[in-house]
């Protein structure tokens, strides 16, 4: 605030090398750390006489005047938006055609931070030529250079389709397929992201992605010991798996499904998410996927989650994802049932019910139509039965109307029905004459004998 | 005159006369006109009656017909479409059956095969369970790596400790920190101590000018990765020996394009060839006629058969006893035209007995 930045402003056009080096460091160091600072700095003018002579500096000045560019770009879009205006791209492209891997570290690196804000400054970087210069580098033996080319690749992608196919038109895919394999971990999730960002947009974009064979290399992925590469893992087997059910089909045939679920079981927290999510995807798609899925073992895994973790959308997530699996036919719904699942999901909406908040509305949502697509296919009574006692009006209507449906037809289950109490709690249920609760109760009345009613 | 007087007197009767002769005859004419009006009546109504009675009964005969061809008609049409309807029925019925299996078959077996999807959930349960299996032993693989590269790291470390503080080696006066008099064996630090070879100070020295050049970034606090690029290859190949000619001329040798003799130009059989070709032309000289012989049959594959003349004309072979029964003389025809059966044959049943089912037996 005392004028730093201006006093730093002359030194920067020094004679002696060093001092210029150390000068742009200093700028950098001191935009990095708030951005009213980094506001002050693009305001003084500084970018431009910082890149003017860049391409006849050497190393340690490029790799400074980079540092300064990714600190000013980080804070904000209008910020980057400064950077890409007074012409630094450019000046990038030159310190990513550099020998040194350094350089093209400390290059990359802004070009990440300037193209995660929105797509035009991806647009921006892309239209300056960074992608084949970002495909080469990622090439490069040096492990750093690589992570941080991967994560630059990832932050392009991420915005629209028309990025993600110019940053495969690069080529990019064969190459960070090869790089699942490399041990190291913080490669690994930069990696899986950048795939798992081209992979999401489109179907095409998905079986380019396939077809690079990462099926399946990219399950050992999900046992990894760091939690972020198995949390980017499941997220890319998830952007694949949402697009086509053929898609899904190659992941379960590969064994996905039962890495995905030994993958959810083993950890703990946020990075479940995908994980659910992905079989939820897989299990919407058709019944034979659903099938699949439980025979897999899916179920139990979904329930402990369910119940284990403490935030709402992790629980919406997981309730959804036993709906999509309950929704096909009376055999997934009963598979659903006999896991005991049925009272949770019940306790979870009658808890989310009651709050205004707008995030818990989504939940609230999400949970109760899970509820009622098991419920609608359900003709497990033993599970049934306890939702017969805590429901509210809404969902009695679908237990009821369940319970109408299966109740003329089988008479062991009469029986039980009477012996259970499940009778009595029907008589004691208002409901409005002529209204489809009225009709239900009347059926399930008429199954019985007049005296066993009163 | 007496005559005439006697005429006189009976002229006055005879006035009266005539005209009683006449009243009477008036009055008897009027019975008789009406008499005869009476039967003349009488009979005409008879003689109209007979004929109306006659029209009657021809008008009846004609309805009668009529109406029975009509009835009869109907009746026809009746059975027609009885018999259409219960063939109708027959036919729906049969391939109802054949729909029922084939739809049965089809569903079965290619829209929702049971067994397949059986076989195939176990597939991916086994799968699944391969699947497993393989990634727990990678994971174990991965943990024992990980425990061997500490152990190894610990190691190192001991090693270099030792190294460093070999000076603590007891000697034979003094027993030094880790050999105890007190202790049954020495501790494994003496061990390694003994084992070690001391540090030489270079070592020391070219430490530090590593660290702070591979350092990539301004902000970086960790220590830089080595490159894992491949070694380059060894200086001290052995070069090819000479003497070499000139790569000119091997160039210009090598580009020539080939000369071939006339033997190697040629082809195996072109003086065969050549002769065959003059000996056609010779031939197609001396030909009269350019078609290919061919045998007796192919000649006449495509000539109209002519009957012979016992066939053709008034005396081949008569049309009657084969084409149609029924003797026909145009000449003495009323109309025009010949008899026209009233009403035609029903397609239907001339099918009778003729069709393939035997399911139903009502074919």
């Given at each position: 605030n005392s004028g730093v930045v201006s006093l730093l402003r002359p030194l920067l056009l020094d004679v002696i090398p060093t001092i210029q080096q150390t000068a742009a460091l200093a700028l950098g160091r001191l935009a990095n750390y708030n951005d009213d600072l980094a506001e002050e700095v693009v305001k003084e003018n500084i970018l431009p006489q910082l890149l003017c002579s860049l391409s006849e500096q050497n190393r340690f000045y490029k790799k400074a005047a980079a540092f300064v560019l990714r600190a000013v770009g980080k804070h904000s879009p209008e910020l980057a938006e400064a950077i890409v205006e007074c012409g630094a791209l450019e000046m990038l492209m030159i310190c990513l055609e550099d020998f040194d891997p350094g350089v093209k570290e400390a290059a990359s690196w802004a070009l990440s931070y300037v193209a995660r804000h929105n797509s035009e400054l991806s647009q921006a970087v892309v239209d300056a030529g960074a992608v084949p210069l970002l495909v080469l580098c990622i090439q490069e033996p040096e492990i750093a250079l690589k992570r941080i080319a991967a994560s630059t690749l990832s932050e392009i992608s991420k915005h629209s389709p028309e990025l993600a196919q110019t940053v495969v038109d690069a080529g990019a895919i064969a190459h960070l397929a090869q790089m699942i394999l490399n041990p190291d971990a913080k490669l690994k999730r930069q990696v899986l992201s950048a795939l798992s960002q081209i992979a999401k947009h489109s179907v095409e974009l998905a079986e380019l992605v396939v077809e690079a064979e990462i099926f399946p290399v990219v399950l050992t992925c999900l046992k990894d010991s760091d939690e972020y590469v198995k949390k980017n893992g499941a997220t890319l087997i998830r952007e694949i798996a949402k697009h086509t059910p053929e898609l899904s089909q190659l992941i379960v045939n590969s064994g996905g499904v039962a890495a995905v679920i030994d993958c959810i079981g083993s950890c703990r927290?946020?990075?479940?998410?995908?994980?659910?999510?992905?079989?939820?995807?897989?299990?919407?798609?058709?019944?034979?996927?659903?099938?699949?899925?439980?025979?897999?073992?899916g179920i139990p895994a979904l329930c402990t989650c369910l119940r284990e973790e403490h935030e709402d959308h992790m629980k919406a997530a997981a309730a959804w994802a036993l709906g999509q699996i309950g929704r096909h036919t009376p055999e997934h719904a009963r598979a659903v049932a006999v896991a005991n699942v049925l009272p949770t999901l019940l306790a979870l909406y009658v808890d989310t019910h009651g709050s205004e908040d707008l995030q818990m509305k989504a939940s609230i949502f999400l949970t109760k139509r899970a509820l009622k697509s098991i419920l609608q296919k359900c003709t497990h009574l033993p599970a049934l039965e306890p939702l017969l006692h805590d429901a509210p009006p809404n969902i009695m209507k679908h237990v009821i109307g369940q319970f109408s449906k299966v109740l003329p037809h089988d008479s062991k289950a009469r029986r039980l029905f009477v012996t259970t109490g499940g009778l009595k709690k029907v008589q004691e249920i208002e409901a409005e004459p002529g209204s489809l609760l009225q009709e239900y109760i009347n059926t399930i009345n008429s199954c019985f004998p007049e005296e066993i009613v009163r | 005159m007496a005559a005439l007087a006697r005429l006189q007197e009976r002229l006055s009767w005879l006035r009266e006369e005539y005209y009683r002769?006449?009243?009477?005859?008036?009055?008897?004419?009027?019975?008789?006109?009406?008499?005869?009006?009476?039967?003349?009546?009488?009979?005409?109504?008879?003689?109209?009656?007979?004929?109306?009675?006659?029209?009657?009964?021809?008008v009846i005969l004609i309805q009668k017909w009529w109406r029975g061809y009509r009835s009869r008609r109907y009746f026809r049409k009746l059975v027609e479409t009885a018999y259409f309807i219960m063939k109708m029925n027959f036919y729906n019925e049969m391939a109802v059956r054949i729909q029922k299996s084939w739809r049965g078959y089809y569903v079965r077996k290619y829209i929702h095969n049971y067994y397949a999807l059986r076989e195939y959930l176990e597939g991916i349960s086994l799968n699944n369970k391969i699947v497993r299996s393989e990634l727990q032993e990678y994971a174990e693989m991965k943990e024992n790596e990980e425990k061997r590269k500490d152990l190894e790291k610990k190691e190192r470390e001991k090693k270099y400790q030792a190294r460093k503080?070999?000076?603590?080696?007891?000697?034979?006066?003094?027993?030094?920190?880790?050999?105890?008099?007190?202790?049954?064996?020495?501790?494994?630090?003496?061990?390694?101590?003994?084992?070690?070879?001391?540090?030489?100070?270079?070592?020391?020295?070219?430490?530090?000018?590593?660290?702070?050049?591979?350092?990539?970034?301004p902000t970086c606090t960790r220590l830089p990765t080595f490159s894992t690029a491949q070694p380059l290859p060894p200086i001290g190949r052995q070069k090819p020996q000479g003497p070499f000619r000139d790569p000119a001329e091997v160039l210009r040798q090598r580009s020539k394009p080939v000369e071939p003799t006339f033997r190697v130009a040629a082809s195996i059989d072109s003086l065969i060839e050549m002769a065959r070709e003059e000996m056609k032309w010779e031939e197609w000289k001396s030909h009269i006629h350019d078609k290919k012989f061919l045998p007796f049959s192919l000649y006449h594959k495509n000539e109209k058969y002519e009957p012979s003349v016992l066939r053709a004309g008034k005396y081949s072979r008569e049309a009657y006893g084969t084409k149609h029964f029924r003797e026909v003389q145009p000449e003495k025809w009323v109309a025009d035209k010949d008899f026209q059966t009233v009403l035609p044959s029903i397609v239907l049943f001339q099918k009778f007995g003729k069709t393939y089912s035997r399911n139903g037996q009502i074919v």
């Amino acid at each position: 605030n005392s004028g730093v930045v201006s006093l730093l402003r002359p030194l920067l056009l020094d004679v002696i090398p060093t001092i210029q080096q150390t000068a742009a460091l200093a700028l950098g160091r001191l935009a990095n750390y708030n951005d009213d600072l980094a506001e002050e700095v693009v305001k003084e003018n500084i970018l431009p006489q910082l890149l003017c002579s860049l391409s006849e500096q050497n190393r340690f000045y490029k790799k400074a005047a980079a540092f300064v560019l990714r600190a000013v770009g980080k804070h904000s879009p209008e910020l980057a938006e400064a950077i890409v205006e007074c012409g630094a791209l450019e000046m990038l492209m030159i310190c990513l055609e550099d020998f040194d891997p350094g350089v093209k570290e400390a290059a990359s690196w802004a070009l990440s931070y300037v193209a995660r804000h929105n797509s035009e400054l991806s647009q921006a970087v892309v239209d300056a030529g960074a992608v084949p210069l970002l495909v080469l580098c990622i090439q490069e033996p040096e492990i750093a250079l690589k992570r941080i080319a991967a994560s630059t690749l990832s932050e392009i992608s991420k915005h629209s389709p028309e990025l993600a196919q110019t940053v495969v038109d690069a080529g990019a895919i064969a190459h960070l397929a090869q790089m699942i394999l490399n041990p190291d971990a913080k490669l690994k999730r930069q990696v899986l992201s950048a795939l798992s960002q081209i992979a999401k947009h489109s179907v095409e974009l998905a079986e380019l992605v396939v077809e690079a064979e990462i099926f399946p290399v990219v399950l050992t992925c999900l046992k990894d010991s760091d939690e972020y590469v198995k949390k980017n893992g499941a997220t890319l087997i998830r952007e694949i798996a949402k697009h086509t059910p053929e898609l899904s089909q190659l992941i379960v045939n590969s064994g996905g499904v039962a890495a995905v679920i030994d993958c959810i079981g083993s950890c703990r927290g946020s990075v479940r998410l995908p994980g659910i999510m992905m079989l939820g995807y897989v299990a919407a798609h058709s019944e034979n996927l659903a099938m699949a899925v439980i025979v897999s073992k899916g179920i139990p895994a979904l329930c402990t989650c369910l119940r284990e973790e403490h935030e709402d959308h992790m629980k919406a997530a997981a309730a959804w994802a036993l709906g999509q699996i309950g929704r096909h036919t009376p055999e997934h719904a009963r598979a659903v049932a006999v896991a005991n699942v049925l009272p949770t999901l019940l306790a979870l909406y009658v808890d989310t019910h009651g709050s205004e908040d707008l995030q818990m509305k989504a939940s609230i949502f999400l949970t109760k139509r899970a509820l009622k697509s098991i419920l609608q296919k359900c003709t497990h009574l033993p599970a049934l039965e306890p939702l017969l006692h805590d429901a509210p009006p809404n969902i009695m209507k679908h237990v009821i109307g369940q319970f109408s449906k299966v109740l003329p037809h089988d008479s062991k289950a009469r029986r039980l029905f009477v012996t259970t109490g499940g009778l009595k709690k029907v008589q004691e249920i208002e409901a409005e004459p002529g209204s489809l609760l009225q009709e239900y109760i009347n059926t399930i009345n008429s199954c019985f004998p007049e005296e066993i009613v009163r | 005159m007496a005559a005439l007087a006697r005429l006189q007197e009976r002229l006055s009767w005879l006035r009266e006369e005539y005209y009683r002769r006449h009243r009477s005859a008036d009055e008897d004419r009027k019975i008789k006109y009406k008499a005869a009006v009476k039967i003349q009546s009488w009979f005409r109504g008879c003689r109209v009656r007979a004929y109306l009675r006659y029209l009657t009964k021809m008008v009846i005969l004609i309805q009668k017909w009529w109406r029975g061809y009509r009835s009869r008609r109907y009746f026809r049409k009746l059975v027609e479409t009885a018999y259409f309807i219960m063939k109708m029925n027959f036919y729906n019925e049969m391939a109802v059956r054949i729909q029922k299996s084939w739809r049965g078959y089809y569903v079965r077996k290619y829209i929702h095969n049971y067994y397949a999807l059986r076989e195939y959930l176990e597939g991916i349960s086994l799968n699944n369970k391969i699947v497993r299996s393989e990634l727990q032993e990678y994971a174990e693989m991965k943990e024992n790596e990980e425990k061997r590269k500490d152990l190894e790291k610990k190691e190192r470390e001991k090693k270099y400790q030792a190294r460093k503080m070999h000076y603590l080696l007891s000697t034979e006066q003094i027993a030094g920190i880790y050999n105890s008099p007190f202790r049954k064996s020495p501790h494994p630090m003496e061990l390694l101590l003994r084992n070690s070879k001391p540090l030489s100070h270079r070592r020391q020295q070219t430490k530090s000018p590593f660290a702070c050049e591979l350092c990539h970034s301004p902000t970086c606090t960790r220590l830089p990765t080595f490159s894992t690029a491949q070694p380059l290859p060894p200086i001290g190949r052995q070069k090819p020996q000479g003497p070499f000619r000139d790569p000119a001329e091997v160039l210009r040798q090598r580009s020539k394009p080939v000369e071939p003799t006339f033997r190697v130009a040629a082809s195996i059989d072109s003086l065969i060839e050549m002769a065959r070709e003059e000996m056609k032309w010779e031939e197609w000289k001396s030909h009269i006629h350019d078609k290919k012989f061919l045998p007796f049959s192919l000649y006449h594959k495509n000539e109209k058969y002519e009957p012979s003349v016992l066939r053709a004309g008034k005396y081949s072979r008569e049309a009657y006893g084969t084409k149609h029964f029924r003797e026909v003389q145009p000449e003495k025809w009323v109309a025009d035209k010949d008899f026209q059966t009233v009403l035609p044959s029903i397609v239907l049943f001339q099918k009778f007995g003729k069709t393939y089912s035997r399911n139903g037996q009502i074919v």
